[in-house]
C-alpha cells in the first residue's frame, strides 16, 4: 500500500474509518470522502494533511463526484484505488417505506459506486493499471426479508462488479467485491440490533472486516466473502435458492415485528 493513491468514500463510517488508518499507517496517501467533516478530521490530525485529503461531498451528485477525482488527481497526480465503501441500510416493511428512502438506498448503495467507478477509469486507463473495490454485503447474494431495498442495491452492486471486471480484463485495472456479513456499525438502527440479538444473527466487528478489505485489496482478490456460513449460504444460494427459503422462514417471521417497530 505504500504511495498508493486511494479515494475512500464513507470514510467517517465504523469500517472506513478503521480502513482509512489501516491504509495509512501502510504508507497510501488517501483522499477521504464523506458528507460529515467532522468526522474525517482525526484521521487527518492523525496522519498529517500530506498524507490524508479530506472531501466533504454527497457522491450521488455528478459534481461531487468530478470534484473527488479531480482533487485526489491534482493532489497526487494520479489515481490506483478506488474504495466504494459509502452506503445506508434501511430496515423494515417493503410496502411501507417511503419512496424517497427506496430511491436514496439505490442512489448511495449503487448508483454513486457506478459512476464514480465510470469516472475514475479514464485516469486508470490512462495509467495502465488501477483498481476498483465494491464493497457490497452477503445481502447482495441472499436477499433478506426486510432489507429488500437494501438486498436489491447489493445485488446489483455485486452484478455490476462482476460484469465490469470482464469489461476490464486486460486492462491493467482489477475489479473487487467484497461482500461482509452484519457488522456492528451505526449504519444499523436500534430495531436492527434488537432483532440481531433475538433471531442470533452474527454480526463482526468494523476493525476484522477492514483487515478482510485491505487483504482483498492487496491480493486483488475478484471476490470476497467474510464470515462463516454466510459465506457458504451465499453459494448455495446460487443454487438452491428454495433450500435457503426453507431455512430462513423461520428467522423472518421473527424478525418481522422489529421490522413493523422500525417502520413507526
Given at each position: 500500500?505504500h504511495?498508493?493513491?486511494?479515494?475512500?468514500?464513507?470514510?467517517?463510517?465504523?469500517?472506513?474509518?478503521?480502513?482509512a488508518?489501516?491504509?495509512a499507517a501502510?504508507?497510501?496517501?488517501?483522499?477521504?470522502?464523506?458528507?460529515n467533516?467532522?468526522?474525517l478530521?482525526?484521521?487527518?490530525?492523525?496522519?498529517?494533511?500530506?498524507?490524508?485529503?479530506?472531501?466533504?461531498a454527497?457522491?450521488?451528485?455528478s459534481?461531487?463526484?468530478?470534484?473527488?477525482?479531480?482533487?485526489?488527481?491534482k493532489?497526487?497526480?494520479?489515481i490506483d484505488?478506488?474504495?466504494?465503501?459509502?452506503?445506508?441500510s434501511?430496515?423494515g416493511?417493503y410496502?411501507?417505506?417511503?419512496e424517497?428512502?427506496i430511491?436514496?438506498?439505490?442512489?448511495?448503495?449503487?448508483?454513486?459506486?457506478?459512476?464514480?467507478?465510470?469516472?475514475?477509469l479514464?485516469v486508470?486507463l490512462?495509467q495502465?493499471?488501477?483498481?476498483?473495490?465494491?464493497?457490497?454485503?452477503?445481502?447482495?447474494?441472499?436477499?433478506?426479508?426486510?432489507f429488500?431495498?437494501?438486498s436489491?442495491?447489493?445485488?446489483?452492486l455485486?452484478?455490476?462488479?462482476q460484469?465490469?471486471?470482464?469489461e476490464?480484463e486486460?486492462?491493467?485495472?482489477?475489479?473487487?467485491?467484497v461482500a461482509?456479513r452484519?457488522?456492528r456499525?451505526?449504519i444499523?438502527?436500534?430495531?436492527?440490533y434488537?432483532m440481531?440479538?433475538?433471531?442470533?444473527?452474527?454480526?463482526?466487528?468494523?476493525?476484522?472486516?477492514?483487515q478482510?478489505?485491505?487483504?482483498a485489496?492487496?491480493?486483488?482478490?475478484?471476490e470476497?466473502?467474510?464470515?462463516?456460513?454466510?459465506?457458504?449460504?451465499?453459494?448455495i444460494?446460487?443454487?438452491?435458492?428454495?433450500?435457503?427459503?426453507?431455512?430462513?422462514r423461520t428467522?423472518?417471521?421473527?424478525?418481522?415485528?422489529?421490522?413493523?417497530e422500525?417502520g413507526?
Amino acid at each position: 500500500m505504500h504511495d498508493q493513491r486511494v479515494i475512500l468514500t464513507g470514510a467517517g463510517g465504523g469500517i472506513g474509518s478503521q480502513l482509512a488508518s489501516l491504509m495509512a499507517a501502510a504508507g497510501a496517501r488517501l483522499t477521504l470522502v464523506d458528507m460529515n467533516p467532522a468526522v474525517l478530521l482525526p484521521l487527518q490530525e492523525k496522519f498529517g494533511p500530506d498524507q490524508v485529503h479530506t472531501v466533504t461531498a454527497d457522491i450521488t451528485r455528478s459534481e461531487e463526484q468530478a470534484r473527488i477525482v479531480t482533487e485526489t488527481r491534482k493532489r497526487y497526480g494520479g489515481i490506483d484505488l478506488l474504495i466504494n465503501g459509502a452506503g445506508i441500510s434501511p430496515f423494515g416493511v417493503y410496502s411501507g417505506q417511503d419512496e424517497s428512502l427506496i430511491r436514496k438506498t439505490l442512489e448511495i448503495n449503487l448508483l454513486a459506486p457506478m459512476l464514480l467507478a465510470r469516472t475514475v477509469l479514464p485516469v486508470m486507463l490512462a495509467q495502465g493499471s488501477g483498481q476498483i473495490v465494491n464493497v457490497g454485503s452477503t445481502f447482495g447474494s441472499i436477499g433478506f426479508a426486510w432489507f429488500s431495498a437494501y438486498s436489491a442495491s447489493k445485488f446489483g452492486l455485486r452484478g455490476f462488479s462482476q460484469a465490469l471486471r470482464r469489461e476490464l480484463e486486460g486492462s491493467g485495472i482489477s475489479v473487487t467485491y467484497v461482500a461482509p456479513r452484519a457488522v456492528r456499525t451505526a449504519i444499523n438502527s436500534q430495531q436492527v440490533y434488537d432483532m440481531a440479538k433475538v433471531v442470533r444473527m452474527n454480526m463482526d466487528e468494523p476493525a476484522h472486516v477492514a483487515q478482510q478489505i485491505l487483504h482483498a485489496v492487496r491480493q486483488r482478490s475478484k471476490e470476497c466473502y467474510i464470515g462463516f456460513p454466510e459465506s457458504w449460504f451465499a453459494r448455495i444460494n446460487a443454487l438452491l435458492p428454495g433450500l435457503v427459503d426453507r431455512a430462513l422462514r423461520t428467522r423472518n417471521r421473527t424478525a418481522k415485528a422489529f421490522a413493523i417497530e422500525s417502520g413507526k
